[in-house]
């Protein structure tokens, strides 16, 4: 086993025991839970690696990156997440490689995926990003639906061919009434998610937590932890 193997291998388990813990403190069987692996800025050969250990899920959120890593690992049995901050010039390129779209938060957005998938003949799986630190119905700076807005984006969604309503995803807020209040955000995504699955009972994907905050997120319900750091290790700086 080669060093990065075994750091990565080590790491994983690491990983695997805390969401393990995390889900037996909230009666949660440990399969409820989904780690995707968050490879931005690591190179092909991480998630060649990452493979190998049994990840089947990883995410970038840069379409300059993940184009080339996912054409690199095009043979490896992997579904591909994009959770970045989505420029409609960059939805041709995702729509080739990605199987989810986790930040679907304007109407521009729907309508240039849909029309790319049909045009790939791919079904993309969506999630709705929600900002919990937007206004009623605005977006946030990083990106987001504010919670006003989820019915109408949804439907849409739903409605669009070559797109599947998968559910949600938010990042802990840094402002506003949930900042230093991980598991409260997370549990106010859950709620959210309740309301969406009265009118889309399939979307019941909830992306939430971070390498950080992955056991407030399993707390409050969380079927996706997405996790970097602590897997793949401290990031370099990109210049």
Not at 176 to 191: C, K, N, T, V
Not at 216 to 230: E, I, S
Request: charged share 25%.
């Amino acid at each position: 086993m080669t060093d990065r193997k075994a750091q990565l291998a080590g790491n994983l388990a690491k990983v695997e025991e805390r969401i393990t813990a995390a889900c037996i403190a909230a009666g949660r069987k440990r399969e409820e839970v989904t780690l995707i692996v968050v490879t931005k800025t690591y190179p092909s050969s991480d998630v060649r690696i990452l493979s190998e250990l049994g990840v089947r899920h990883v995410a970038e959120n840069r379409d300059q990156d993940a184009a080339p890593k996912a054409a690199d690992c095009a043979d490896l049995p992997l579904s591909w997440h994009f959770v970045g901050q989505l420029q409609t010039n960059k939805v041709r390129s995702v729509v080739g490689y990605a199987d989810f779209v986790q930040s679907v938060d304007r109407s521009k957005l729907v309508t240039a995926l849909s029309k790319e998938a049909v045009r790939a003949e791919r079904e993309v799986g969506c999630l709705l990003q929600v900002a919990l630190d937007a206004e009623e119905s605005g977006r946030a700076e990083r990106g987001g639906v504010g919670v006003g807005g989820i019915e109408e984006l949804g439907d849409l969604v739903a409605a669009a061919p070559g797109l599947r309503l998968d559910g949600l995803m938010t990042v802990a807020p840094l402002t506003g009434q949930y900042a230093g209040r991980q598991q409260a955000a997370f549990e106010r995504l859950m709620d959210l998610s309740t309301d969406l699955r009265r009118a889309h009972p399939a979307a019941n994907m909830v992306s939430a937590g971070m390498s950080s905050d992955l056991e407030q997120a399993v707390a409050a319900g969380a079927t996706h932890v997405r996790v970097g750091t602590a897997v793949l290790g401290v990031r370099p700086r990109l210049g």
